[in-house]
């Protein structure tokens, strides 16, 4: 799967897909992450991005034509939906992420300053995502969620399947607390029943455990 990023800050996103799980997706072919700068679609001087909005108001606001021809330069190479980062968008969860893992590649537009001209939404037929109720600087750390949320989820960049299918909120919203070696920590035990090496036992605890931790998620989530 391809993402394409189109940024003002293309030098974020490098070290974070040099680790980990998809870092490991990239080595193996399965991920491609493509950064662009949405300054080498401008046609002036000052490479300038950002223009002042119509009605006035403060800030400043993408302007439409540098993302509009990042997009028309990428199109060839990724058939894939464009996405803005926004956080009044489509909010991202389990569900989401998984029915993005199904598209052939991801063209991720990250906002800045006080977002992206609307034009871009419109003209491109672009779905906006949030990564939650708050309001960060720029859409490149919620792009980079995005990414991991979706990548981790093809087929062969986990290395254990099963653990994607133990994932909170594939199944439950939960999964069970999870503890290795040593067994006593300062005092701190970790549960008999996982030393006792009965599996039927320790299937049934874990089930309970996610359980209850489902409830407390779904009584934090009705408060809002
Ligand atoms: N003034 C705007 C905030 C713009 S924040 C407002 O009131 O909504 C600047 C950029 O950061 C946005 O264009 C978007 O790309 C990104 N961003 C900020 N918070 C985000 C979130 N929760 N989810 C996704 N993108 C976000």
């Known amino acids: 799967m391809r993402f394409d990023v189109v940024t003002i800050f293309p030098g974020m996103f490098g070290p974070v897909?040099?680790?980990?799980?998809?870092g490991r997706g990239i080595e193996r072919g399965i991920v491609q992450v493509h950064t662009h700068d949405l300054r080498d679609h401008t046609h002036d001087r000052h490479r300038q991005v950002d223009d002042m909005p119509f009605g006035g108001g403060p800030g400043m606001?993408?302007?439409?034509?540098?993302?509009?021809?990042?997009?028309?330069?990428?199109?060839?190479?990724n058939p894939g939906p464009v996405v803005l980062m926004e956080p009044w968008g489509e909010r991202l969860d389990q569900n989401l992420a998984?029915?993005?893992?199904?598209?052939?590649?991801?063209?991720?537009?990250?906002?800045?300053?006080?977002g992206i001209d609307d034009r871009v939404r419109t003209g491109l037929g672009a779905r906006e995502i949030s990564i939650g109720d708050y309001v960060l600087s720029g859409g490149e750390i919620p792009a980079m969620v995005l990414i991991d949320a979706v990548a981790r989820l093809l087929p062969g960049v986990v290395g254990d399947p099963e653990s994607l299918s133990q994932d909170s909120f594939s199944t439950d919203p939960a999964g069970?607390?999870?503890?290795?070696?040593?067994?006593?920590?300062?005092?701190?035990?970790?549960?008999?029943?996982?030393?006792?090496?009965?599996?039927?036992?320790?299937?049934?605890?874990?089930?309970?455990?996610?359980?209850e931790r489902t409830s407390a998620h779904t009584k934090e989530l009705n408060k809002t």
């Open 61 to 77: 606001v993408l302007k439409p034509e540098p993302v509009f021809e990042a997009v028309d330069s990428i199109r060839p190479h």
């Open 176 to 211: 069970w607390p999870q503890f290795t070696r040593p067994a006593d920590y300062r005092g701190l035990m970790v549960p008999d029943v996982l030393l006792s090496g009965d599996h039927a036992r320790i299937k049934q605890w874990r089930r309970r455990q996610a359980a």
């Open 17 to 22: 897909f040099e680790h980990g799980v998809v």
């Open 98 to 114: 998984t029915e993005l893992a199904s598209e052939p590649g991801l063209i991720i537009v990250c906002g800045r300053y006080e």
